[in-house]
């Protein structure tokens, strides 16, 4: 796997990063309720679903934010000096539906000391996932723990 040497201060502000992008179908749907057990019928039963507001199955929310994560990671170097810490503020302002096209825009958002590890810092990333009509179907802030190059 190729890697990269980026250090905490080797990160920029509003520094961003667009990823390719990834059709939804009908399988990523069913493939998701099977895997997470969720079968609510919003997301698997097309008549049902057409007595709703979207008329039509919606992929799962965290499939969203996974299918987005994968689309991250592929062509990414590993950075052997960082690591995600967590996920803060997910969102999902709009569904995705099978035949939607999703790809990821990543914005460095904020950057700041780690106040409990000196030797490292707290990169937050902003990932906006946007449907095919520019649409923001998730939202959410990557924390990353990034070691500080000489400390």
Same mark, same amino acid.
């Given at each position: 796997?190729?890697?990269?040497?980026? %250090? %905490?201060?080797? %990160?920029?502000? =509003?520094?961003?990063?667009?990823?390719? !992008?990834? +059709?939804?179908?009908?399988?990523?749907?069913?493939?998701? !309720?099977?895997?997470?057990?969720?079968?609510?019928?919003?997301?698997?039963?097309?008549? %049902?679903?057409?007595?709703?507001? $979207?008329?039509?199955?919606?992929?799962? @929310?965290? !499939? +969203? $934010?996974?299918?987005? +994560? @994968?689309?991250?990671?592929? =062509?990414?170097?590993?950075?052997?000096? @960082?690591?995600?810490? =967590?996920?803060?503020?997910?969102?999902? #302002? &709009? #569904?995705? $539906?099978?035949?939607?096209?999703?790809?990821?825009?990543?914005? *460095? /958002?904020?950057?700041?000391?780690? #106040?409990?590890?000196?030797?490292? @810092?707290?990169?937050?990333?902003?990932?906006?996932?946007? &449907?095919?009509?520019?649409?923001?179907?998730?939202? !959410?802030?990557? *924390?990353?723990? /990034?070691?500080?190059?000489? /400390?």
């Amino acid at each position: 796997m190729k890697t990269v040497e980026k %250090f %905490f201060e080797d %990160f920029e502000m =509003g520094e961003t990063r667009s990823t390719s !992008a990834r +059709t939804i179908t009908e399988t990523d749907i069913v493939m998701h !309720a099977m895997h997470s057990g969720d079968w609510m019928p919003h997301h698997v039963d097309a008549e %049902f679903c057409k007595t709703q507001p $979207f008329k039509k199955p919606i992929l799962h @929310g965290n !499939a +969203t $934010f996974s299918i987005a +994560t @994968g689309l991250c990671l592929q =062509g990414e170097p590993l950075n052997p000096h @960082g690591m995600t810490y =967590g996920y803060n503020k997910v969102r999902y #302002p &709009n #569904p995705v $539906f099978a035949g939607d096209t999703i790809k990821v825009e990543v914005t *460095v /958002v904020s950057k700041q000391d780690d #106040p409990k590890r000196p030797a490292h @810092g707290i990169i937050i990333e902003g990932k906006t996932t946007t &449907n095919q009509k520019g649409e923001c179907v998730c939202y !959410a802030e990557h *924390v990353l723990y /990034v070691e500080k190059r000489n /400390v």
